[in-house]
């Protein structure tokens, strides 16, 4: 799809839930806005898959909620975790709340069509191969590559929403390091999955291993199998083999995969700084570290409104400079920056299986411990909940 303009208020690079969702919000507002992404949807894209309870209130905020419903995601009331073959325990979300299994295949294309209903341009198959600057350096629009040859697209501001390996990221040299949390992930389809209703499941396997499953609607499954990047020449060139192979040696042989293995890593992508003069990163493409159950569409949704908050006031205010971008800068560090540290500490958790056994034994003992535990990573409760003398008794009596 060609768009035949050359000049934007708004060109959002990436249409995946948080570029799309900016898009929605910026053109709903009367922003011109053009929405850029490589591939034609619909399209698959490797994630877990789980949307969690706060997630799903972004996207009723959002007014996509029914489009969701209609599509018939799985409901999730919460997370089994444990050691492979080792002691597991339940965390409950809080009752009248609750997240989903959606395939990104059908979310992505909501959000999608949501946006273009809302007044945004689309321009898809298309690649965006760097940024324009200014005489002082500023970003000035993005330089697209298509099926007519390249262009140049020029806009007031360029919001990068492009994920992982974020061209736009790179370009601007806003990544802090390489990164340090070495995983990769396999994701694919299955069929045959006879959990507990409403459970999705983390199988710890070994140091930074883990079998992820979670429904996602109409009888099929997500399961994600990650491994350390150490690992990743086990797999041979060969990700469906390696992926069946594992879910046979850990017990799952009876899951029938329905499509191809897909793959993504690494899980660590920290920033120096989501702002620049011109420019705005939202989503992974504004720093990531392994969202554990279902927090990284939410921090997509919740980024993005915060995000066309500051792109209306930039644009209103004729100033699109980084120190006028400033606020969300600082949103961001307060809505997401306690749960990183969170996930930080679940991470040496899940990593170690002993030490994940043991943690397992006592919350199943516990069982309000982990459902603190459940529902901070479902965004449905700060984290500073976990830093009381109310939560810390439950560890006693």
């Given at each position: 799809?060609?768009?035949t303009?050359?000049?934007?208020?708004?060109?959002?690079?990436g249409?995946?839930?948080?570029g799309?969702?900016?898009?929605?919000?910026?053109?709903?507002?009367g922003?011109?806005?053009?929405?850029?992404?490589?591939?034609?949807?619909?399209?698959?894209?490797?994630?877990?898959?789980?949307?969690?309870?706060?997630?799903?209130?972004?996207?009723q905020?959002?007014?996509?909620?029914?489009?969701?419903?209609?599509?018939?995601?799985?409901?999730?009331?919460?997370?089994?975790?444990?050691?492979?073959?080792?002691?597991?325990?339940?965390?409950?979300?809080?009752?009248?709340?609750?997240?989903?299994g959606?395939p990104?295949?059908t979310?992505?294309?909501?959000?999608?069509?949501?946006?273009?209903?809302?007044?945004?341009?689309?321009?898809?198959?298309?690649?965006?191969?760097?940024?324009?600057?200014?005489?002082?350096?500023?970003?000035?629009?993005?330089?697209?590559?298509?099926?007519?040859g390249?262009?140049?697209?020029?806009?007031?501001?360029?919001?990068?929403?492009?994920?992982?390996?974020?061209?736009?990221?790179?370009?601007?040299?806003?990544?802090?390091?390489?990164?340090?949390?070495?995983?990769?992930?396999?994701?694919?389809?299955?069929?045959?999955?006879?959990?507990?209703?409403?459970?999705?499941?983390?199988?710890?396997?070994?140091?930074?291993?883990c079998?992820?499953?979670?429904?996602v609607?109409?009888?099929?499954?997500?399961?994600?199998?990650?491994?350390?990047?150490?690992?990743s020449?086990?797999?041979?060139?060969?990700?469906?083999?390696?992926?069946?192979?594992?879910l046979?040696?850990?017990?799952?042989?009876?899951?029938?995969r329905?499509?191809?293995?897909?793959?993504?890593?690494?899980?660590?992508?920290?920033?120096?700084?989501?702002?620049?003069?011109?420019?705005?990163?939202?989503?992974?493409?504004a720093?990531?570290?392994?969202?554990?159950?279902?927090?990284?569409?939410?921090?997509?949704?919740?980024?993005?409104e915060?995000?066309?908050?500051?792109?209306?006031?930039?644009?209103?205010?004729?100033?699109?400079?980084?120190?006028?971008?400033?606020?969300?800068?600082?949103?961001r560090?307060?809505?997401?920056a306690?749960?990183?540290?969170?996930?930080?500490?679940?991470?040496?958790?899940?990593?170690?299986?002993?030490?994940?056994?043991?943690?397992?034994?006592?919350?199943?003992?516990?069982?309000?411990?982990?459902d603190?535990?459940?529902?901070?990573t479902?965004?449905?409760?700060?984290?500073?909940?976990l830093?009381?003398?109310?939560?810390?008794?439950?560890?006693?009596?």
């Amino acid at each position: 799809m060609m768009d035949t303009r050359d000049a934007y208020d708004v060109v959002v690079v990436g249409a995946g839930p948080a570029g799309s969702a900016a898009a929605a919000r910026l053109a709903d507002a009367g922003h011109a806005v053009l929405l850029i992404d490589r591939a034609r949807f619909p399209r698959r894209k490797p994630c877990a898959e789980c949307v969690n309870p706060a997630g799903v209130r972004a996207l009723q905020r959002l007014g996509v909620w029914d489009d969701v419903v209609a599509a018939g995601p799985a409901r999730l009331d919460g997370w089994r975790i444990g050691p492979h073959g080792g002691a597991t325990f339940d965390g409950t979300f809080p009752e009248g709340v609750h997240g989903i299994g959606i395939p990104r295949e059908t979310l992505d294309h909501i959000l999608f069509r949501h946006a273009v209903a809302r007044g945004a341009r689309p321009l898809t198959g298309a690649r965006v191969t760097d940024v324009l600057r200014g005489p002082r350096g500023a970003v000035t629009g993005v330089r697209v590559q298509g099926d007519e040859g390249e262009r140049e697209i020029r806009a007031r501001l360029v919001i990068g929403a492009d994920g992982l390996r974020s061209v736009v990221l790179r370009r601007l040299d806003l990544l802090r390091r390489r990164p340090k949390l070495g995983k990769i992930a396999l994701t694919a389809h299955v069929r045959g999955f006879a959990g507990a209703p409403g459970r999705g499941e983390v199988h710890v396997t070994g140091r930074r291993a883990c079998i992820g499953i979670a429904p996602v609607g109409g009888g099929v499954a997500n399961v994600t199998v990650v491994i350390p990047d150490e690992r990743s020449g086990e797999i041979g060139g060969d990700p469906g083999g390696y992926f069946d192979a594992a879910l046979a040696s850990h017990g799952f042989a009876s899951l029938q995969r329905v499509d191809e293995v897909l793959a993504t890593g690494p899980f660590d992508c920290p920033v120096r700084a989501a702002v620049a003069d011109g420019v705005l990163l939202v989503g992974d493409a504004a720093g990531y570290y392994d969202p554990f159950t279902g927090q990284g569409i939410f921090r997509a949704l919740r980024g993005a409104e915060l995000a066309a908050d500051a792109v209306a006031a930039a644009l209103r205010a004729g100033d699109t400079s980084a120190r006028a971008l400033a606020p969300y800068e600082r949103a961001r560090r307060r809505a997401f920056a306690p749960g990183e540290r969170v996930q930080r500490i679940v991470e040496t958790v899940v990593s170690r299986p002993r030490l994940l056994g043991a943690v397992a034994r006592r919350f199943t003992a516990r069982p309000r411990i982990a459902d603190s535990i459940i529902r901070v990573t479902g965004d449905v409760a700060p984290a500073r909940s976990l830093f009381t003398p109310a939560f810390w008794a439950a560890w006693v009596w």
